[in-house]
C-alpha cells in the first residue's frame, strides 16, 4: 500500500486530523500482554505509588505508538513513516475508573524536507490531562 497523500499537494502548516485515545487499566493489561512489559507500574497501584508515581501509569511505547497513529491513519500506510521519535515528558496516568485516561493527539507538517525522496517533517504534540506527555516527537513520512 502507498501513501494516499500526494507530496505535491501538501504544505508546510497543513494540519493533521487530531484524535483522542482513550486508555483504561484493560489497555494497559493487555498492551502488557502484546508487548511483554509486566511492569507493575503499569498495572499495580499499591507499587506505581510506592515508587513515587500518582496511580499507574501507561507505557511509553503504548504511548508512543498511540500518537504515530494520527500519522498512519492520515497517509494511508504505515510503511511511509521512515523516522520517528520522542521525549517522554510527563507519564499517562491511568486512573482506576470507567473512564481511564484520554491522550489526545494532534500533528502538522512542519517542513518539506526533500523533493526527489518527496518527505515531510511532521510534529505531533499529545497531551493528556492538560500535560504534554510527549516532548520532540517528531516523523518523517514519505508521501506519493
Known sequence: MAA???YDDIEVGTELPAQTFPVTRETLVRY?????DFNPIHWNEKFAKEVGLPDVIAHGMFTMAVAIRVVT???GDPGAVAE?????TKPVVVPNDDKGA?????????AKLDDEARTVQIDLTAVS????VLG???AVVRLG
Open 32 to 36: 502488557a500482554g502484546a508487548s511483554g
Open 129 to 132: 490531562s492538560d500535560q504534554k
Open 4 to 6: 494516499k497523500i500526494s
Open 136 to 138: 520532540r516527537s517528531r
Open 102 to 110: 484520554l491522550i489526545e493527539v494532534s500533528a502538522r507538517v512542519s
Open 73 to 75: 491513519d492520515w497517509v
Open 84 to 88: 520517528y521519535g520522542v521525549r517522554f
